[in-house]
């Protein structure tokens, strides 16, 4: 197991793999906790396959024994001022908007637990899957401390009631648990844990491209919209998307029922 930025090394790691980048956290002895240089590692890489055409889906996992445990507290407090955890938690928001912003499906891959901004992280991703043993909070209650940003994203993927539970009683949940509740897609065995993410990206990369770029971009709109805008903008988008070369051969095919 590498020893992360112990030993020297990035605190991010990047694997290319055709039109999947996996980005991997890789602080394990601190548990992957969101330093500055990580977080500002994660808006680099994010903010490059935002920009690069060739991408077409993103896998964020880590290294160690957990998916992430939120943001560095020694870091935090050897700067106990006010402004600096005003950038501090204004960067880590830039890099929960950049996934946001990322034209593909951006996947977390979980294992080990997910606390606090690391459960944000979880939650910002447009798909998750995680390990059956893995365990979800928003801790930060436990020390004085109110998950105020995680839990914009938290709300955002399970109930009210529930995103609040969390929130004020700082409870772990089980993955069987954050699947029902929707904050993950589905479990599987950590020996399996990798196959099961693979294949849900193969899935991703055997469609069109275009057609996948234009669905995120719409979905996350269209959210935040009254019904009757939704429907003018999805409109417009299948219009667009039907002048694609790509979905105009797809469709010739199914017609023809040819591959």
């Not at 830039?94 to 080990?112: L, S």
């Not at 928003?138 to 938290?154: K, Y």
């Not at 929130?167 to 020996?191: C, H, M, Q, S, Y």
Request: negative net charge; proline residues 4%.
């Amino acid at each position: 197991m590498t020893e992360g930025e112990d030993a020297g090394e990035p605190a991010l790691l990047r694997i290319n793999d055709g039109g999947l980048v996996t980005l991997q956290l890789n602080r394990p002895r601190q548990f992957n906790a969101l330093s500055e240089g990580l977080l500002a590692a994660l808006k680099s890489e994010l903010d490059d396959i935002a920009a690069d055409d060739g991408v077409r889906c993103v896998v964020i996992a880590a290294a160690g024994k957990a998916f992430c445990a939120g943001h560095d507290l020694k870091e935090m407090r050897a700067d106990p001022s006010h402004a600096y955890y005003q950038n501090l938690f204004a960067q880590c928001s830039d890099v929960m908007m950049a996934i946001a912003k990322t034209p593909v499906p951006v996947i977390a891959r979980v294992h080990g637990v997910a606390t606090a901004a690391g459960c944000q992280l979880v939650a910002a991703c447009d798909l998750a899957i995680a390990a059956e043993t893995a365990r979800f909070a928003v801790s930060g209650v436990n020390l004085g401390l109110f998950c105020s940003t995680p839990a914009v994203a938290l709300s955002r993927n399970i109930s009210a009631k529930r995103a609040f539970d969390m929130l004020v009683t700082g409870r772990f949940i089980n993955a069987a648990t954050a699947k029902d509740w929707g904050l993950i897609n589905d479990t599987a065995p950590e020996a399996e844990l990798d196959a099961a993410v693979g294949a849900l990206a193969a899935q991703i990369l055997s469609k069109s491209p275009a057609a996948i770029r234009y669905g995120k971009a719409m979905f996350a709109r269209q959210r935040q919209m009254p019904l009757d805008e939704a429907y003018a903008l999805a409109s417009g988008v299948m219009a667009r998307n039907m002048m694609e070369e790509e979905t105009c051969a797809g469709i010739d095919a199914f017609i023809n029922k040819r591959p």
